[in-house]
């Protein structure tokens, strides 16, 4: 079997049935993938919805667990799964109908990942961009596309080989929130042969409060406590880089301080004290994360570090900062900047 896809579910009674039917009509070859639905505990009748579909369609397989959370999730289709290449959907988002075609042709080889394109859209909407078409945008080393682009941050946007994957240990880290950033930082730098298609081929469709949206303060908190402990890992494996590749530490500090930008954006958000702050203040400097170290590129990104920086050498103001960021910034700013996300 070459392709399988590993679906996580959970509680999302409403929206499985259509990304299930959008994996049959993305263009993967008919008797050679699978689907993985990965009952994650839903109690909201999603379970009964993933038999009924498994019933109708040969080639879906259905796996129930107690609720673990989408790492766990995710690592037991990998752990199940036949195909040799796998991909992630989530269960609320789909992919582009007849989109795989051009993506089919580049798998085989020495080829350890496939990279395509996404759009954000709000839930319910369906807005495919319009090119791709086949086109290589890259291809090289996991390493080499850091230094060209960056780290990325969502999964989904991959076809893995899974002997890959499995021969280099790389699995979800169980438990914290913004997985992604974390399973596809290592990912990378485990240094697979990579070809990346310009093809738009997922939907990511943004809910209301879901976990990367709700700024509510309780999540706000256990996102950052997760997140800064993901920065300060990828830290501690982009130093050894520093003399010795100096280019790649480049490229992944740059990356890493840009989501600097995002943790502290998040403890604004949160219901942390001074004290509680003040500590993990603490941590990141002891581990390099702070200060910065690579230049701005923008005017906005400029403000943004200049601000840190102020808050991080005077975090006795953070319930003063924190106040302005609550009732100014996530009422005011934070929705266009939503807005303008999805729009482009």
Not at 123 to 149: A, D, H, L, M, P
Request: glycine share 8%; aromatic share 14%; net charge negative.
């Amino acid at each position: 079997m070459k392709f399988s896809v590993i679906v996580p579910v959970f509680n999302t009674a409403y929206t499985i049935a259509r990304c299930v039917d959008s994996v049959i009509a993305s263009g993967l070859p008919d008797g050679d993938f699978e689907i993985i639905l990965v009952n994650d505990g839903s109690t909201d009748g999603s379970d009964r919805i993933c038999e009924s579909i498994a019933t109708e369609h040969p080639f879906v397989k259905v796996i129930n667990q107690d609720n673990g959370g989408v790492s766990v999730a995710r690592n037991m289709g990998i752990s199940v799964a036949e195909g040799e290449y796998v991909c992630f959907c989530d269960s609320d988002d789909f992919f582009v109908p007849g989109s795989f075609t051009d993506i089919i042709p580049y798998c085989g080889g020495n080829v350890d990942l496939i990279r395509f394109y996404c759009d954000i859209v709000l839930q319910g909407e369906n807005r495919v961009s319009e090119y791709g078409k086949g086109r290589v945008t890259f291809q090289g080393t996991g390493k080499e596309y850091i230094i060209r682009f960056g780290i990325e941050t969502f999964c989904w946007n991959y076809l893995y080989r899974r002997e890959f994957l499995i021969s280099k240990g790389l699995f979800f880290t169980p438990g914290i929130i913004a997985e992604d950033t974390d399973f596809i930082f290592r990912v990378m730098m485990a240094d697979p042969m990579i070809i990346s298609i310009n093809d738009h081929i997922y939907q990511y469709a943004i809910r209301p409060n879901s976990i990367s949206t709700d700024r509510s303060p309780g999540n706000s908190r256990r996102f950052a406590t997760d997140f800064a402990g993901t920065l300060i890992k990828m830290e501690s494996i982009l130093k050894d880089y520093k003399d010795a590749d100096p280019l790649l530490y480049y490229a992944g500090r740059k990356s890493l301080e840009a989501r600097v930008v995002t943790l502290f954006s998040r403890f604004l958000s949160s219901d942390y004290s001074k004290e509680e702050f003040n500590s993990v203040l603490i941590s990141l400097k002891a581990a390099g994360v702070l200060p910065f170290e690579i230049a701005s590129s923008t005017r906005q990104e400029q403000i943004s570090r200049t601000a840190i920086s102020i808050l991080s050498r005077f975090p006795g103001i953070f319930p003063l900062a924190r106040w302005i960021f609550r009732h100014f910034f996530l009422p005011v700013i934070y929705p266009r900047l939503l807005r303008k996300v999805i729009g482009s």
